[in-house]
T-cell receptor, first 115, second 113 residues
Framework: GDSVTQMEGPVTLSEEAFLTINCTYT??????LFWYVQYPGEGLQLLLK?????DKGSNKGFEATYRKETTSFHLEKGSVQVSDSAVYFC??????????????FGKGTLLTVNP | DAGVIQSPRHEVTEMGQEVTLRCKPI?????LFWYRQTMMRGLELLIY????????DSGMPEDRFSAKMPNASFSTLKIQPSEPRDSAVYFC???????????FGPGTRLTVT
């Protein structure tokens, strides 16, 4: 089946540092790609998405570009804040037949931003 | 929209008791997913439904777990009998049919003593 590999954490940065969290995928078709964020004690929230090659998803200063040639969807932010401390999950949509789709998630990367 | 609603938010029960978790998906969403999250195993997909029909339950740990979706606005996940190793946060998520994002509820934190 399809799979997602993301860099294992934890990642610890100082405020205003540059962030990159790597994500690569394996898929038989052309999946949609997603980044989710989970703050402590909460459910996962969609951060951004891209549905086709070369699309760039962006939200709250975060961005990721769907790279078909390298099968990657790396998450970046130019200047992180303490409030960005959370677990970040990369995911892809995977067809399980017909119109049935499910998300395949990476294992998550814990980001801690220190003031 | 109120988002995905889950109840209860916290459940503490003794081993051997029956536990029922409830989920109300976002109106108009055709797909519903149940996940379990633990530190050891991460996020696991247990079962999902499309148009109220179970599509894939291969993630359900064992026969003690069962899930139903009697209508488009309600689903339950039942554990009977519960065991301490079932302690986890259980999430419900819903989404439109197709290769689209899912919207997660706040989760139910289950503790089995």
């Amino acid at each position: 089946g399809d799979s997602v590999t993301q860099m294992e954490g934890p990642v610890t940065l100082s405020e205003e540092a540059f962030l990159t969290i790597n994500c690569t995928y394996t898929a038989t078709g052309y999946p949609s790609l997603f980044w989710y964020v989970q703050y402590p004690g909460e459910g996962l929230q969609l951060l951004l998405k891209a549905t086709k090659a070369d699309d760039k998803g962006s939200n709250k200063g975060f961005e990721a570009t769907y790279r078909k040639e390298t099968t990657s969807f790396h998450l970046e932010k130019g200047s992180v804040q303490v409030s960005d401390s959370a677990v970040y999950f990369c995911a892809l949509s995977e067809s399980s037949g017909g119109s049935n789709y499910k998300l395949t998630f990476g294992k998550g990367t814990l980001l801690t931003v220190n003031p | 929209d109120a988002g995905v609603i889950q109840s209860p938010r916290h459940e503490v029960t003794e081993m051997g008791q029956e536990v029922t978790l409830r989920c109300k998906p976002i109106s108009g969403h055709n797909s519903l997913f149940w996940y379990r999250q633990t530190m050891m195993r991460g996020l696991e997909l247990l079962i999902y439904f499309n148009n109220n029909v179970p599509i894939d339950d291969s993630g359900m740990p064992e026969d003690r777990f069962s899930a139903k979706m009697p209508n488009a606005s309600f689903s339950t996940l039942k554990i009977q009998p519960s065991e301490p190793r079932d302690s986890a946060v259980y999430f419900c998520a819903s989404g439109p049919t197709g290769p689209h994002e899912q919207y997660f509820g706040p989760g139910t934190r289950l503790t089995v003593t």
